[in-house]
Structures are given as structure tokens and as C-alpha cells.
């Protein structure tokens, strides 16, 4: 593989740099950028970095700051397009570079304070990106320059020696993330797990705020995340949603959602108490564990609650029938688990949890209470399940797995479990701004999937990530096809 070719304007950007890669000086201004971009065509490389100094034009940019061009305007009118600023930003950041990505300017000589505030939407400004970009050439790109002055200082300033040693150094630093961000270029094939992202149930619920704020106006409350994405969670509060933990927190006779993973009978009581309006968004398979608590409960038995302890689904489910439940978290504690009445037991589960793990769970209950019963049907939902079957296919064919999800999305972290069962190193990752390029050194497959609670769009961010990196091979994989659709509340559809 042919090495990552840096181009940087002056000896002391070209020392900075040294190491990252082949690195070529280019002299300064546009001039001598045209010409050492016509040079640059000649030479093999896996990708072109142009690295150096800039100007701040935002106030937000202070001397030492990166910048990570998402696009390169020049003072000729042009306009560069440099996608994949996302993964070095990443990688920067990892190095204790405060980083940004945004618009930077090139123009034909050096600008006043005055003259960088008309720019209109870019960060920076600098005198040579715009023309070394256009060497690239289908290569992969990366633009990569460190504020020496802010916006408002002017040349001759006597805090530009002590800035411009600042800068050097977070360039200097900044190298090693352009070696990260290099090793990783090259072609693969992208393998996508499906299904993947939104369930029937999510849908749902993120339906349910969408359409309640339509109807009613904001604000509308969510007790909880309403699902556990922070894109989700993000968007719907940037229309009017305000999401809360407890219901103290609502204002008495406002309308709150409760949301996908349900509540206790308590919430429900507090909220008829303080005569708020409700719209229940509980996922309809979670309703279903409920209601098999409640029988269980009412036959006499003792009921193993397989989960997670805090969870919110958790903390419902055991809340309809406290003094009947007993939390199994994993095979030691039920190796450990007591039972009243040994004949008289029953386990349910959380609806999120991985399918190999909780069977051996059960089957230790079961060795030690062989009366013990189950629900009727698999109180893990069918869209966990296939999505783990899912991601346990790619993961077998692939370097590395991808799944995009939050933290706090149970599903989504069992996805991650379930691809390392399968062989492969696995990733949870919000964005393609969570992605680790070192993570992609050395992997020409990488698998690609969604819990149940993150948006399609992410997949999609996350490939076009990727393919910045080189040329790219999609393949869709398909496990099982999903046409489950639940109802609305009636308090929505009249």
C-alpha cells in the first residue's frame, strides 16, 4: 500500500508533520499551491493530507485549535467538498486536540480582522488548501490545519510568537492522528446486518410524541427517554419535548408519555393523583411480561426476573408485583436464587437481552427447580432476537462490527456482545464520530448494524464514513423480514 502523501506549506509546518506520512512543502500562497498540486498528481500515494497554520474566523477558535475542513472554499469561487473529516476529527480528539469541522477558506493573501468577519459560515482561512485539495483526485482527502491567530488579532500583535508556538505543538501533536487516519485508507466491503435500526415498538412510541406535540402543541413531557438514542431523544426535543426523570417535574394537568420501556402500577397511580394526562407509549411486548407478572404473581409463585438491575423495563416489570419478584442478573446469581416454594416458581425476562445468554440462565433455573414455568411465548421480542441473529451472520464474514447505538440501549450493547461471541471485534458507537480509525487498521470487512432503537440514518453516516477512507463494497445481508405493526393509543386516534 502506497503511503499517505502531506502536502504543508512552510519548513515549519513540513517539521511538524514529519513522520505522518511522505511529506511534500509546498511553499505558500496559491501560486505555488497550484503548481505543487500539478506535482502532486504524479506521486503514488493511498490518500493526500494537507496540513498546516490557519486563521480563526470563528470566535469560537482559539490558537491551537484544529480545524477539519468539511469543505474548502477558494477566493476564485470554487468549492472542495472533503467528507471525511469525521473519523480524524475522532482521532484528533483521542489526542487531546480540541478539534472542530467546518467550512475553511482559502484566500489569495492574508486578511484583516475585518475582512475574516464579512466571510460568510467559515471557520477558518488560510492561503493554499483550496488548490492542494485539488490533487486528491479520487483519493481519499483529508484537510487538516491549527489556528495560530484568532479572530480578532492583527499581524504585528505580540501574542502571535507565543500562539504560534501553541499551534506548532497541537500540530506537531495532531501528526500522529493523520498516521492513525492513514493506515486505515484502503478498499473493503461493508457487510449490512438486517434488520437492523427502528423496531415496531419504537416506531410506535416515537410516533406517539410526534404525533401528541402535532395535536396538542408543545410542551409535551416524556417520563424518561422515550427510547434509549440520544439522536432520538435529541430531535424530539428540539420540537417541544421535554424529558423528564420523575413526574414532580411536570407541571399538574400537563400531558406526559410514558415511555417504550413502561412503568410501575405507582407511576401510573401518581399520575391520576396529580391529574396529568397520559399517553402510554409502553411497548406492547413489555406489556405482555407485565401481564404474565400479574398471573404468575397470582397463582402463588415466585417469579426470576431475568434483567438488568436499574433498567427501566426492569424497574416496571417489578413493580407490578414487588413482593413476588426476585432480580437474576446473570448464571452466578442463579446458581444463588432462593424460592419459597421450589414447586411454585417462574421465570420472565427483560425483552432486550442477549438469546444465548438468558437461555443459560434459564437452564440453570431449571436444573435447580425443575417446576419451573415460563411464559407462554418468548418474552424477548422478535426484533431483538433477529437482530442478534442478524449481526452473529455478518459478524462470522468480518474483521470488525459496527453497531450503531447509545450507551444506554440495552439491545444495542447485547448486539456488540453477540458479534464478539461470533468472532469478530465489536464496536458501540453513537455516530461516525464515536469510530476509532485504529479500529479499522488492518480490516478489509467491516459489518455494520443498528439496535433497535437507532435511526436508519446513523447506518447510513457511519458507510458514507467509510467510504471516505477508500473505495467501498456494500453488501446487504438479510436474516428475516419484519411486518409486525402495533396500534396507536386512543388517545391519539380518537
Known amino acids: 500500500m502506497a503511503e499517505l502523501l502531506v502536502l504543508a506549506p512552510m519548513a515549519v509546518e513540513e517539521a511538524a508533520v514529519r513522520g505522518s506520512g511522505r511529506v511534500l512543502r509546498t511553499g505558500m500562497g496559491p501560486e505555488r499551491a497550484r503548481i505543487a498540486a500539478a506535482r502532486a498528481l504524479a506521486v503514488d500515494a493511498a490518500g493526500v493530507a494537507v496540513a498546516g497554520l490557519c486563521g480563526g474566523v470563528s470566535p469560537e477558535l482559539r490558537p491551537g485549535d484544529a480545524v477539519c475542513a468539511s469543505e474548502l472554499r477558494s477566493a476564485d469561487g470554487g468549492t472542495v467538498a472533503t467528507p471525511g473529516s469525521a473519523l480524524l476529527v475522532a482521532a484528533l480528539r483521542r489526542r487531546g486536540v480540541r478539534a472542530h469541522v467546518g467550512p475553511l477558506q482559502s484566500t489569495d493573501r492574508i486578511l484583516t480582522p475585518a475582512e475574516r468577519a464579512r466571510l460568510d459560515g467559515a471557520l477558518a482561512v488560510d492561503m493554499e488548501s483550496a488548490w492542494l485539495?485539488?490533487?486528491?483526485?479520487g483519493r481519499p482527502l483529508a484537510v487538516l490545519r491549527v489556528?495560530?491567530?484568532?479572530?480578532?488579532?492583527r499581524l504585528g500583535d505580540p501574542r502571535l510568537a507565543r500562539d504560534g508556538v501553541r499551534a506548532l505543538r497541537a500540530l506537531r501533536r495532531s501528526s500522529g492522528a493523520l498516521r492513525d487516519w492513514a493506515r486505515a485508507l484502503g478498499p473493503r466491503k461493508v457487510l449490512l446486518a438486517g434488520p437492523?435500526?427502528?423496531?415496531a415498538g419504537v416506531e410506535r412510541a416515537i410516533d406517539i410524541v410526534e404525533l401528541a406535540l402535532a395535536q396538542r402543541g408543545a410542551p409535551i413531557y416524556v417520563r424518561k427517554q422515550i427510547v434509549h438514542n440520544e439522536h432520538v431523544v435529541a430531535e424530539l426535543?428540539?420540537?417541544?419535548?421535554?424529558?423528564?426523570?420523575?413526574?414532580?417535574?411536570?407541571?399538574?394537568?400537563?400531558?406526559?408519555?410514558?415511555?417504550?420501556?413502561?412503568?410501575?402500577?405507582?407511576?401510573?397511580?401518581?399520575?391520576e393523583r396529580r391529574g396529568l394526562e397520559v399517553i402510554d407509549a409502553t411497548c406492547p411486548l413489555v406489556s405482555k411480561v407485565h401481564a404474565e407478572a400479574r398471573r404468575f404473581a397470582a397463582e402463588g409463585r415466585t417469579i426470576f426476573l431475568i434483567g438488568h438491575d436499574g433498567h427501566e423495563e426492569v424497574e416496571g416489570t417489578m413493580g407490578e408485583v414487588p413482593e413476588s419478584i426476585v432480580l437474576v442478573e446473570d448464571v452466578r446469581a442463579a446458581e444463588r436464587v432462593d424460592a419459597v416454594d421450589p414447586e411454585r416458581v417462574a421465570?420472565?425476562?427483560?425483552?432486550?437481552?442477549?438469546?444465548?445468554?438468558?437461555?443459560?440462565?434459564?437452564?440453570?433455573?431449571?436444573?435447580?427447580?425443575?417446576?419451573?414455568?415460563?411464559?407462554?411465548?418468548?418474552?424477548?421480542?422478535?426484533?431483538?432476537?433477529?437482530r442478534q441473529q442478524a449481526v452473529r451472520e455478518v459478524a462470522r464474514a468480518a474483521d470488525v462490527v459496527l453497531v450503531a447505538g447509545s450507551e444506554t440501549s440495552s439491545n444495542s450493547k447485547r448486539l456488540v456482545e453477540v458479534a464478539e461471541r461470533a468472532g469478530a471485534r465489536a464496536y458501540l458507537v453513537d455516530?461516525?464520530?464515536?469510530?476509532?480509525?485504529?479500529?479499522?487498521?488492518?480490516?478489509s470487512t467491516v459489518a455494520v448494524t443498528a439496535g433497535a432503537s437507532a435511526p436508519e440514518r446513523v447506518v447510513g453516516d457511519l458507510v458514507r464514513a467509510l467510504a471516505?477512507?477508500?473505495?467501498?463494497?456494500?453488501?446487504?445481508?438479510?436474516?428475516?423480514t419484519e411486518t409486525v405493526q402495533f396500534r396507536l393509543p386512543k388517545e391519539l386516534v380518537g
Open 237 to 271: 426535543a428540539r420540537r417541544g419535548a421535554v424529558f423528564v426523570d420523575e413526574l414532580d417535574e411536570v407541571p399538574a394537568g400537563a400531558t406526559v408519555v410514558f415511555s417504550a420501556h413502561g412503568v410501575s402500577p405507582a407511576v401510573r397511580a401518581e399520575a
Open 147 to 153: 489556528v495560530v491567530d484568532a479572530a480578532d488579532r
Open 133 to 137: 485539495a485539488r490533487s486528491a483526485e
Open 468 to 480: 471516505t477512507l477508500g473505495p467501498l463494497e456494500v453488501e446487504e445481508r438479510t436474516t428475516a
Open 347 to 386: 421465570y420472565l425476562t427483560q425483552t432486550t437481552l442477549a438469546v444465548d445468554e438468558t437461555s443459560e440462565i434459564v437452564e440453570v433455573l431449571r436444573e435447580r427447580f425443575p417446576a419451573l414455568r415460563g411464559p407462554g411465548s418468548d418474552d424477548i421480542c422478535y426484533a431483538t432476537a433477529n
Open 431 to 443: 455516530d461516525e464520530r464515536d469510530v476509532d480509525v485504529a479500529w479499522l487498521h488492518g480490516a
Open 196 to 199: 437492523r435500526s427502528f423496531c
